[in-house]
């Protein structure tokens, strides 16, 4: 019996998962998917949001703002780089200027720090690459940059490091409350029992509601499409170049990546399909347009891959994060869109103190450890430090994904920590391995051999991402592929 069992491990469901691993409580994570940040928290803008677009007063505004300045002491203990870029909200015209002025407003009643309004020359002197037609930007220095699904795998593992168990595979389809406990039932059949329920399924978060008898909630997804540059174009901008927002998001940003890419996009568009991840040429000669009207020297040609999110919006437009009206013992977390990833961390503490109100004993363990052992990174290493890894384990000093520079060494950590990866998708989430120009081309053979080897499966049942999405049909010759 868990005291607390967590349905869905996105950011969010990472985050409280991990808030709770601090208190002697027996609490699992539920997933769908077969890995963990495999729904919204997978593809997004990557931005921790200074918070001056949130409407004052809102749900929103306080979790983005706290969320953001809680950044810098989770990025640490979970060893995922956090930079303090700096946002930067370009205006065209007279409207626009007019538009900035209302997000100055709204950024310091909402407790943005040092966010201001500068002209068109000064943005220009910070960012020379900005548009000669711009007139005037407001300058947020608090906006940051993450890697979301970096920041979700490290909440999790260090939530599993902590005591909680991760339920891939687990797709909560039943739930019955009875004698005080919460029976969850997953689509084969599977139960967990629980005290208490968390719900923070992300854009499916109306449907578990449903599941769970609270009937009140609904949200709907708005696809955004992107395209991520090469390491050459990652120099164009320093800071998060935004267009004025409207009604739909806050615009086509032009950003760099925590890893040294350029990404720009999203678009914005509402649609009924809650899956649909396809890109569209249309959506993408939208983003290329308007990041260009931004920034006029991006290079389009060095486009390296794209891909779309999901949002997962609300009419009110505000997250709604309380105790279920109707049902007992159920924390309901949903209309999580942007700005969730910025609030996620302070989302994860409110959700915390709600069960605390609701009764969940909450006495600290004497041995939570808050850091997380992370994977090393070759790339970022000086030769010394190499020399040392090398000389503990020799596989990392065979390089694997040479656009990337990531070890097999790296790679045989991704499959054995939590939480571990069992595809080539999740090695790569976790270590880059093809994540640069090539897309994979060289490194795969090397990295699918790896993971048959560490899974001990033959590697014709190596996936891509789980399924039925097997990369080896058969083999072509004898050879010791699988030995
Ligand atoms: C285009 C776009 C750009 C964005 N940009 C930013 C940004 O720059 N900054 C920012 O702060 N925010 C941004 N966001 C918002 C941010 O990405 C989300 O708010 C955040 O990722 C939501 O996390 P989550 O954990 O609530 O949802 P998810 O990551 O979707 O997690 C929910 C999990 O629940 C699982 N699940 C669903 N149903 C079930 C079930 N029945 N049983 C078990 N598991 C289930 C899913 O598989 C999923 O893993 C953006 C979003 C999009 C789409």
Known sequence: MMDVAVIGAGVVGALVARELSRYELDVCMLEKADDVAMGTSKANSAIIHAGFDCQPGSVMARMNVRGNAMMDELAQQLSVPFKRNGSMVLGFNEEDTGTLQVLLERGIKNGVPGVKIVSGDEARALEPNVSGEVVAALVAPSGGIVCPYELTI????NAMDNGVQLFTGFEVVEAH????????????GNEVQAKVVVNAAGLFSDRVAAILGDTDYHVFPRRGEYLLLDRDQGTMVSHTIFQCPSAMGKGILVTPTVDGNLLLGPTSENREDREDTATTAEGLATVARLASKSVPGVNLRAVITSFTGLRSCSTAHDFVIEPSKNQPQLVEITGI????LSSAPAIAEYVVSLLKEMGVQLKEKADFNPYRRPIPRFREMDIEERRKLIAEDARFGQIICRCETVTAGEIVRALHQNPPAHDLDGVKRRTRTGMGRCNGGFCTPQAVEIIAKELGIPAEQVTKCGG????????????????
């Not at 039925?468 to 030995?483: H, I, N, P, Q, Y």
């Open 154 to 157: 490290a909440a999790a593992g």
């Open 337 to 340: 869109e942007s700005p969730g």
């Open 177 to 188: 409350f009875e004698n005080g406990v919460w029976t969850l039932v997953s689509a084969d």
């Open 468 to 483: 039925g999405s097997r990369l080896l049909v058969g083999k072509a010759k004898e050879g010791d592929l699988d030995a």
